[in-house]
């Protein structure tokens, strides 16, 4: 099909025709259009249909701030809903289809709602649907929702890449229209780092839209000339279809660049970069965007606004119409006269609200002064328009303009309100602007050329002097102040047709006035009564209309009325463009541990333990459950040894003269006193006296420990000790340094441990019992001179040492510790295993350390010395803390010993009924010991060391089962701890 | 006025002229038998209720902004009651019971909609805390559910089972749990007080309390001074402000929490989903926005907007949870001030000035204890005494040791 | 936010972990005879100033300093950052200095 709206002129490249498809229908356009101007030159208007009462609607503007023309761009998992055609940039083989019908745009079976509309007023839906009660979940709402929402998305992963980045940068400009050339022209001239951040694909802003000449030329070759320059500069950087969409604290910027969105498929590139930008300086320069007038049927496909309609004709080459009426209240609208008829469209009429004469001549037009527009006729595209004075023309296209408002969303991003201006008859930005930024040109209200090229030179040579930079004016080029009083005019009372506020959403002056009268007056109560300004375009044509007659209807002047708060972002930003490269695999960090690649050899199940990822069981050739390979480690570790890979456990070197003061200080038990040579279990309470970590501490030296944290408080505990150290007790000389990473670290653990250990630990270290007893530490050598550190500590129960090596030996000693380990048939084991072994030997780990316990809950309570000063000692005295009937942690043994206890149950005492009055605590960890062969459990119960023996319930009714459990002690397994000591 | 299908019918045969206005707007008495400062929804329901279950109708709501303009203006309008903790949990469930037969009881559609609240686990720690956790909701009336691996892809086949940083392994599900139209809610207490002869006050900013020998006789406001037997505090968000001039200090910080919601989508998410690798929930409105949010920005603000680390944080929990949002754009941001308490519950009692009582310390939490708060915070000024389902949200109880810690975060209110 | 790190230089926020209120520093003598209530008010009271707030904020992906930063919790902006070790040893040699100024 030919472009039959097609005419001359336009930035659009001739040379290069693409092919699109909308709808179904195979089209034309060419590079450099949007869709949406590629759509019209196919003489296709009507695109959409209206949220609400699904109402025809065509393209409405020419930029971001389009309210109808949405469309469902590409296909498959690629597909995007509610893309703006009037930004989506052409390209071979786009495709696109209409959106939010049900049947076909033309004949959409759900337009019904538009006949039903006087029951569908301004906040229907919180009137009814309410009876019967059960009818809201499955008949009203159902039909609410599936009418709900515009586009679709696919529902398959987002197959595009993303990234993000960061740029600095002395002066950001945002916008490159005539101000924001001239400001980064004058400050990069400067010298000063300049980015210049410009939406659109073609840099220029309305200088691509308008027939404006500058220095006598026109204003395209101008705006070249400068691009030149600015590109010949090393200190400006030039940033193409980049939206800076948010303004953040402290000069940060928020931008979206659209790499790849003009191109068929991104091709391995990131499709999006979302980019943090840092400016010491910021240059508002985002121009002006113009409104609507309300008024009969005012929203059919071929009325759009007057700007639009001759941008598309001068920018792109093309005529919206064949016969062309304006309706405007300022001089701006004739503009869109002049230059159509410049270029041979046909004009029908102007029509201007204000009376006096008619500032311009428009050869063949009824020219209507004092006039307007009282309705519109059309089914799928405007035929006619009806005038106040009861005329009716004929036209295929309206161009309306309510004049201009100014872009001053990222000056309110920080709660700053906009000023009102009277001169123009709008919003400008206040005087709360975000730190570091200034406004010029039309973003300003300066809504003519000539004084955007002034206030951009000024605002760019400001912004450099501010920083201390030399910036001269440059010479402002010479242009014109174009004529653009405005005389402010609204809405057309005497329209008895609806007349639109908000296209998308579809708010009527009427609803507006619904709303005033039934009490909702704040505009912020108006907009959520009535959804103006909450459609995918917040209103950006929408909002001064609203607020235009809700003052109206109250009797007050706008700025009276106020104004609802402009947030981030300026325009919609996908998803996944915030959340880059971090999805999939890569949502966050993984940590491994040196011995990580020997553990995958051994065909290791891995767990992920914070970010860190642990061998939680080696399973061998034949077995088919998790648990045959966990009971087999836990046999073999008991009864021979085991290996168990206990690098992620947080290490904190200490040292200082002070250390051993400063841990007894951190730790609730004593420290001060710990010999060389030894460690010590530590337990650790938060300043409100809850259990922060335990974990032990071994003394190298008189100056010098090393710590060992949970995996998961290993952080925490150094913030926390670095916060006493810098912050409490800043005289004590002690050094911190986590040393988590630098130390690979391994558990051996079982009857052959020591033996096994003297196969690879140098022979002039003595490590037998008598040498190297329970709890004793040392610096050691091993496998001839590698250094190491030695723990005689046990996590298991076992005869048990943890041995440390720097990292870079962790991958070598595991695999010495296997080979030695050979002739004992060791085994690795893994957190699974482990964590049986502690439950046998009733030690608390991260579901009893869960920081709502307290030491005393924890059968530790005498562990608190009460002789120093320790974090969280006295509040761990307060008296609900101290209950006589308050929980202690206890072990469960099931009285049917076949059955398995569950993690999560709730004790009830025997006989009572499962409820809250008579729940006495909850089961914490369970697992089944095949050392014992039956399952076993830690929980806290009330009183829970006065009651063992007794026979309690475990109810899990989330799992529909409840089962006996005896209370018993916590230390399953070799109570009396001779095993360690061995 | 009754509000139904047939008026409805009716308005819109007769060119919707007959709508009345859902509330007065009263120039203030010079006293009252109770104020409530705060029309957010907390504040309106305790009018609400006061009048239309205790009997007070006396009573005036006192409104710096506008009607709602409190964080029931501005949240994610979760509804659910799956706590841990014998101090909450009873709570909650009253309060999902009073969101069940809330429209029908003050006529107003609040849309409240019981979609499923679903909270994702990733670990074998968490599920047995869910599980630990479901089982206090049933202790205590409450319908909860623990779901595995399987389970979850049934409900939500478009999570990211196969290639997720961390795995979800199972998920407990509260099937009464879902949302509501948050200012539905607002607006439909209003407008219940009101027919009660509640005056609601909108634009009159409480600038001091008249205390005289530690009693609190009336607050100075701009629209003059108004005097009460009671006066109401219920201000989350400005808690410490309000109560600075009353000379108190209290355990709680003011941070900023953003929220988030996409452009318009048909239907693709049902219910409500939480994260348990990241802090990220997400519902779908009934107007077919996303809308989610994640964790506070973390650091004390009274500005009512956030920044941009929190923002990407959130974002990269969703495209790890569900990756077919990508596309999806983001709209609209938003930032609200919350109380945000040292155990991370909040707190319904009186002060240790006679006559001057408290409600705050919501957290992020306040949106889904809208009735309940309302009630209990009028059952206390009613009677002087705690309703039984909030006998543990006092502002002693760090003293005496007795925290509400859902989390076991312990004393630093951002990590709650 | 970007916050001026005296060692550093202009560092984002995000690389910082946040504490809270700088009256963290001023922890009370576990001997005093009240010193269950001195504890209860250290640990649970804030000021949560609307205004100008000194608070602690820890470099953790940096130095590891602590640090006490001066900011506006109604703006956001930020008139001032010390290291916190700073300011504890100045409060030991002289307990009246609160570090407040005026």
């Known amino acids: 099909m030919s472009q039959r709206m097609r005419i001359n002129g336009g930035i659009v490249d001739r040379s290069k025709p693409l092919s699109f498809e909308f709808d179904g229908k195979q089209l034309q356009g060419f590079a450099g259009d949007t869709l949406a101007s590629a759509l019209l030159a196919n003489d296709i208007r009507f695109v959409g249909r209206s949220f609400k009462y699904h109402r025809p609607r065509g393209i409405f503007t020419a930029g971001p701030e389009e309210p109808n023309a949405l469309v469902q761009l590409r296909r498959g998992p690629y597909q995007e809903p509610n893309t703006r055609a009037t930004v989506a940039e052409l390209y071979d083989g786009l495709h696109a289809a209409s959106q939010n019908y049900r049947g076909s745009l033309n004949f959409d079976l759900m337009a019904v709602n538009d006949l039903f509309a006087p029951f569908l007023s301004a906040g229907f839906y919180y009137k009814t649907f309410m009876w019967p009660q059960a009818f809201w979940e499955k008949v009203y709402e159902p039909a609410i929702r599936a009418s709900a929402g515009l586009g679709r998305l696919s529902g398959k992963d987002d197959p595009d890449i993303y990234d993000k980045g960061f740029l600095h940068c002395d002066i950001l400009v945002i916008g490159a229209g005539p101000a924001g050339l001239m400001a980064a022209l004058t400050a990069g001239r400067s010298g000063a780092r300049v980015i210049l951040a410009d939406e659109d694909f073609a840099p220029g802003g309305r200088l691509n839209a308008e027939t404006h000449e500058i220095n006598g030329g026109d204003a395209q070759g101008w705006t070249a000339s400068v691009l030149s320059e600015l590109k010949s500069l090393p200190n400006v950087r030039l940033m193409k279809r980049t939206t800076v969409y948010g303004a953040y604290d402290h000069g940060v910027y928020g931008a979206l660049e659209k790499s790849t969105d003009h191109l068929p498929m991104s091709g391995g590139k990131p499709r999006q970069i979302l980019w943090r930008i840092y400016s010491k300086r910021a240059v508002l320069c985002a121009g002006a965007t113009e409104r609507s007038i309300a008024f009969g049927n005012n929203d059919r496909p071929g009325v759009m606004l007057a700007g639009a309609v001759r941008a598309y004709a001068n920018r792109w080459g093309v005529a919206p119409g064949r016969n062309v009426a304006i309706f405007t209240n300022n001089d701006d609208g004739w503009r869109t006269a002049t230059d159509l008829a410049a270029k041979g469209v046909s004009i029908a009429a102007v029509i201007d609200t204000r009376s006096g004469a008619a500032p311009a001549d428009v050869a063949g037009a009824t020219i ?12 799928k595209g405007i035929s006619a328009v009806t005038l106040s004075n009861g005329t009716t023309v ?74 201390g930079l030399t910036a001269s004016m440059a010479e402002i080029p010479e242009a014109s102040d174009e004529a653009s009083a405005i005389t402010p005019f609204w809405h057309v009372t005497e329209s008895k047709g609806r007349a639109w506020i908000d296209l998308q959403n579809d708010v009527t002056a009427k609803d507006v006035q619904l709303a005033k009268r039934e009490g909702y007056r704040s505009v912020e109560l108006l907009k959520r009564y009535t959804t103006l300004g909450m459609a995918t375009d917040q209103g950006k044509t929408a909002n001064v209309l609203g607020l235009a007659v809700l003052a109206e209807a109250s009797g007050k002047s706008i700025p009276e009325t106020g104004t609802t708060i402009f947030r981030p972002p300026y325009t919609p930003v996908p998803i996944a463009a915030f959340a880059g490269r971090s999805r999939g695999k890569d949502f966050r960090p993984t940590r491994l541990t040196p011995g990580h690649e020997w553990a995958a050899e051994q065909g290791a199940v891995f767990v992920e333990a914070g970010m860190w990822l642990r061998g939680q069981w080696f399973p061998k050739p034949g077995e088919t459950h998790w648990r045959e390979s966990v009971d087999r480690e836990v046999l073999a570790t008991r009864k021979s040894v085991g290996i168990c890979d206990v690098t992620t456990l947080g290490k904190i070197d200490v040292q200082g003269r002070d250390a051993a003061e400063f841990l007894n200080k951190v730790y609730a038990n004593g420290f001060a006193k710990l010999p060389v040579g030894k460690v010590r279990y530590g337990l ?129 000693l595991i695999r010495a510790l296997m080979a030695a380990g050979e002739e004992f048939d060791a085994v690795p084991y893994g957190t699974e295993a482990l964590s049986v072994m502690r439950i046998e030997k009733g030690h ?139 | 006025m009754r509000y139904s299908g047939l008026r409805v019918l009716w308005e819109g045969l007769t060119g919707n002229k007959g709508w009345q206005p859902a509330w007065r707007e009263p120039e203030p008495k010079k006293s009252y038998d109770v104020i409530v400062i705060g029309g957010g929804g907390h504040g309106l329901a305790t009018a609400y209720y006061l009048s239309n279950k205790f009997g007070i109708t006396n009573v005036a709501v006192l409104e710096k902004g506008w009607l709602g303009s409190g964080n029931i203006g501005r949240n994610t309008t979760i509804i659910r009651s799956n706590y841990l903790l014998p101090g909450n949990e009873p709570f909650y469930e009253l309060s999902m019971k009073l969101w069940e037969g809330l429209e029908q009881d003050f006529n107003y559609n609040a849309m409240v909609s019981q979609r499923g609240v679903l909270n994702l686990c990733h670990t074998d720690a968490q599920r047995d805390a869910f599980a630990r956790r479901g089982n206090s909701m049933r202790l205590s009336g409450a319908d909860s559910e623990l779901l595995d691996q399987d389970g979850v892809r049934a409900l939500y086949p478009f999570l990211d089972f196969d290639n997720a940083r961390f795995p979800i392994k199972g998920g407990l599900l509260q099937k009464r749990g879902g949302s509501a139209r948050h200012d539905g809610v607002a607006w439909g207490y209003a407008r219940g007080a009101d027919l009660r002869g509640v005056d609601i006050i909108q634009n009159c900013e409480v600038t001091g309390f008249h205390i005289e020998n530690g009693v609190c006789k009336g607050v100075e406001t701009t629209k003059g001074a108004i005097s009460a037997k009671k006066i109401a505090v219920c201000v989350a968000g400005s808690s410490g402000r309000v109560m600075a001039q009353a000379g108190m200090r209290l355990p709680i910080e003011s941070h900023v929490l953003q929220a988030f919601v996409s452009e318009g989508l048909k239907p693709i998410i049902p219910g409500v989903i939480t994260f348990g690798a990241g802090h990220f929930y997400i519902s779908q409105s009934d107007k077919g926005g996303l809308v989610f949010g994640g964790d506070i920005d973390g650091y004390n603000s009274y500005a009512q907007r956030g920044n941009l680390p929190v923002v990407e944080d959130v974002c990269e929990s969703g495209m790890a949870l569900m990756p077919m949002i990508g596309r999806a754009r983001l709209l609209r941001m938003w930032g609200g001030v919350m109380d945000m308490s040292m155990d991370g519950s909040p707190f319904i009692d009186k002060t240790h000035i006679d006559g001057l009582y408290f409600n705050g310390g919501w957290c992020y939490g306040g949106f889904k204890a809208t009735p309940a708060s309302g009630y209990c915070y009028a059952h206390l000024l009613a009677k002087d005494e705690p309703h039984p389902v909030a006998t543990e949200m006092r502002l002693d109880r760090f003293k005496r040791g007795h925290m509400i810690d859902e989390k076991g975060a312990g004393a630093q209110p951002n990590l709650h | 936010m970007i916050i001026n790190h005296p060692l550093l230089g202009p560092r984002d926020a995000a690389e910082f972990y946040y504490l809270g209120d700088a009256s963290l520093l001023d922890r009370p003598d576990w001997q005093a005879p009240d010193a269950a209530d001195k504890f209860y008010e250290y640990q649970y009271l804030r000021d949560n100033a609307a205004g100008e707030h000194r608070e602690l904020w820890y470099h953790e992906q940096g130095d590891r ?38």
């Open chain 1, 844 to 982: 608390p780990a991260g579901n009893e350390l869960n920081g709502q316990t307290t030491a005393r809950d924890m059968g530790m309570g005498r562990m608190v010395s009460k002789k120093k000063d320790s974090i969280g000692s006295i509040l761990s005295e307060r008296p609900e803390l101290n209950r006589e009937d308050g929980l202690a942690l206890v072990g469960f043994r099931p009285v049917d010993r076949a059955r398995q206890l569950k993690s999560g149950a709730h004790f009830i005492p025997k006989g009572k009924t499962p409820s809250l009055e008579n729940d006495e605590g909850w089961m914490t960890s369970v697992a089944y010991s095949p050392t014992l062969g039956h399952s076993i459990g830690l929980g806290f119960i009330k009183r829970g060391s006065d009651r063992l023996g007794e026979t309690i319930v475990a109810a899990d009714p989330i799992r529909g089962e409840s089962i006996e459990v005896e209370i018993v002690s916590p230390h399953f397994f070799d109570p009396e701890g001779e095993r360690v000591r061995a």
């Open chain 3, 65 to 102: 300093s602590w640090l006490i930063v001066t900011r506006d919790t109604l703006t956001h902006d930020i008139t001032k950052v010390e290291l916190a070790h700073d300011v504890a040893l100045a409060k030991q040699a002289d307990p009246a200095n609160t570090g407040r100024e005026g």
């Open chain 1, 368 to 379: 209507a002064m004092g006039a307007s527009i009282v309705d519109t006729k059309g089914r």
């Open chain 1, 684 to 812: 650790m309470l938060r300043e409100d006296g809850m259990v922060m970590d335990d974990g032990t501490t071994a003394r190298l030296s008189e100056n010098h420990f090393v710590m060992t944290t949970t995996t998961a408080n290993a952080v925490g505990v150094f913030r926390h000790m670095e916060f006493c150290r810098q912050c409490l007790w800043p005289d004590l000389d002690v050094h911190l340094i986590s040393a988590t990473e630098q130390f690979a670290q391994y558990a051996v653990a079982g009857p052959n441990a020591r033996k096994l250990l003297q196969k690879i630990v140098d022979p002039e270290f003595d490590i037998s019992n008598d040498a190297f007893p329970f709890m004793g530490c040392g610096e050691i050598t091993v496998c001839g001179g590698t250094p190491a550190r030695l723990f005689r500590i046990s996590f298991s129960g076992e005869l048990a040492y943890e041995i440390a090596v720097p990292s870079r030996y962790g991958d070598g």
């Open chain 1, 394 to 467: 004929p036209v295929d296209c309206l161009a309306v303009s309510g004049g201009w408002s100014p872009n001053v969303h990222l000056t309110c991003h920080q709660r700053g309100r906009p000023d009102w201006a009277d001169e123009i008859a709008a919003f400008v930005p206040g005087k709360d602007l975000p730190v570091g930024m200034s406004v010029a040109g039309a973003a300003k209200g300066a809504l003519t050329l000539a004084a955007c090229l002034q206030e951009g030179a000024k605002a760019g040579a400001q912004a450099a002097q501010d920083l």
